[in-house]
């Protein structure tokens, strides 16, 4: 129900349209003008409230004020109203309504002049939701922490937020106007370039690393993804960059890699020599090795023996782990993976017996990163078991989300400390694992979403791998 207020001069004149127009909906009569959907006037009040309603119709701009004006042929006043191409808007008088009232009418013209106002009213809404949704965009633009950049159709640049500012050296008002060009260092050729315009011409994303250089020229390294900006037609309007600098990692990646080579390369070569001066050394002393000294030179050639076999099992992890997280998107099945898994650990290890005890009814696609991790743990209860006969029994179960391998060995049990470490995801000062393999296995399950389970106990180890089904 509407609320309209009645404006008239004359009391009797109130009271009565007040009881016609209170069939239908709300009615207001103060002299003072108050918040109401529809305002009506006659020629003797007019100028008092004109006023007021024009201030009124601006306040609710964009929302539509309407205003009906009574008009009686004998009125001591006249009101001249403006014509519609000439006036000033918002127009102040939206109906004229001659006296006396036509009620069919007075009703059909009330009831347009809401229906106008209501629609307006849910255009206003519509407005101010997007407006602000714009603002909170707007805000976490101006607030990220990655460099963003958007570009009209040519790839000037007509928006730059802070972070961009920050990692490139260029103010906004400097970079507004120019091409990403500005950050061009020269170590992409124009090869490069081509392909990333004939992919976001053609409305893919582009995303790769590049080298980019800061207002003051020094270089950085960013990977950099653009995005085209489609109208509703489908019409490219233009670009949007993103650019997460990763300077400090490549750098820390380089470094880590120098320095491994350069410990494997010493740790072989030096440790192969200390192995080889024990051989020396024992053949030398011959018969007048007593049994300390034998003890330490076995001692020695153990402890040297085992940090060759870090170091080769490093390399070969570092290996797995790349090749491992390379295979983005890829699924395998996970009962013929496990298959795999047992018939590769089963001919390394002939004497071994290792049985898949329980399968799921259906077939399970999982993330192709996470059997090597199961590999993993199998391979070690065979490996690590002092059982005559090193058995296993893997089982697997699944529920509408996740799949669980669970792999139980007769061996001598992970340490407690290994298993902590492992499962609380970090290590301590006094407290680290030296398993190559198991910290492996952990990385590669917690990349895919997945959970690990130890428990050991006397009869052996229980390892619970539970990975997200696809």
């Excluded at 192969?272 to 001066?277: H, K, L, N, P, S």
């Excluded at 680290?432 to 990349?447: E, K, M, N, Q």
Aim: aromatic share 4%; net charge negative.
């Amino acid at each position: 129900m509407a609320t309209v207020q009645l404006l008239l001069s004359d009391e009797a004149n109130r009271d009565a349209l007040s009881s016609l127009v209170g069939e239908r909906h709300r009615t207001v009569t103060d002299v003072a003008v108050r918040d109401a959907d529809l305002y009506v006037v006659d020629d003797s009040s007019f100028s008092r409230y004109r006023e007021e309603l024009a201030r009124r119709k601006r306040d609710l701009d964009p929302v539509f004020c309407p205003v009906v004006l009574i008009r009686r042929d004998r009125s001591p006043v006249s009101v001249t109203l403006p014509d519609i191409d000439d006036s000033d808007r918002p127009l102040i008088v939206n109906e004229v309504v001659r006296s006396p009232v036509d009620r069919q009418a007075f009703f059909r013209s009330l009831s347009n002049l809401l229906v106008r106002r209501s629609q307006t009213e849910e255009l206003a809404g519509d407005l101010r939701a997007r407006s602000a949704a714009l603002r909170r965009f707007e805000n976490a633009v101006e607030h990220a922490g990655l460099a963003i950049f958007i570009t009209d159709s040519e790839g000037h640049i007509e928006y730059a937020n802070p972070a961009f500012e920050e990692m490139t050296g260029y103010t906004a008002d400097e970079a507004v106007g120019r091409t990403p060009r500005i950050l061009n260092s020269g170590e992409q050729d124009e090869t490069f370039y081509d392909r990333l315009w004939e992919t976001i011409k053609a409305g893919d994303v582009w995303s790769d690393e590049i080298v980019n250089e800061r207002k003051s020229g020094e270089r950085f390294i960013a990977t950099q993804t653009i995005s085209p900006i489609e109208a509703d037609d489908g019409e490219i309007r233009g670009y949007v960059g993103i650019q997460e600098e990763i300077t400090d990692r490549r750098l820390r990646e380089q470094q880590l890699a120098v320095f491994h080579r350069i410990l494997r390369h010493n740790l072989r070569n030096n440790g192969t020599t200390i192995v080889g001066r024990v051989e020396v050394l024992e053949d030398a002393l011959g018969d007048t090795l007593d049994d300390v000294a034998a003890e330490h030179l076995d001692v020695i050639r153990d402890s040297m023996a085992s940090l060759l076999d870090i170091s080769e099992k490093a390399s070969r992890i570092q290996h797995l782990l790349a090749n491992s997280l390379a295979e983005s998107g890829t699924e395998s099945e996970l009962l013929a993976a496990v298959s795999d898994v047992v018939d590769d650990v089963t001919a390394s290890n002939p004497d071994a017996a290792i049985t898949v005890e329980a399968t799921p009814s259906e077939s399970l696609a999982v993330d192709a990163k996470a059997i090597p991790a199961v590999r993993e743990f199998v391979d070690n209860a065979v490996t690590h078991s002092d059982a005559t006969t090193p058995r296993v029994a893997i089982h697997l179960s699944a529920d509408e989300t996740t799949a669980t391998v669970t792999i139980v060995d007769n061996g001598p049990g992970i340490p407690d400390r290994e298993r902590r470490v492992i499962q609380e995801g970090t290590e301590k000062p006094l407290e680290h694992g030296s398993g190559l393999g198991l910290w492996f296995a952990y990385w590669l399950i917690s990349h895919v979403g997945g959970d690990i389970d130890i428990r050991a106990d006397r009869s052996g180890t229980t390892v619970s791998v539970t990975i997200p089904v696809r």
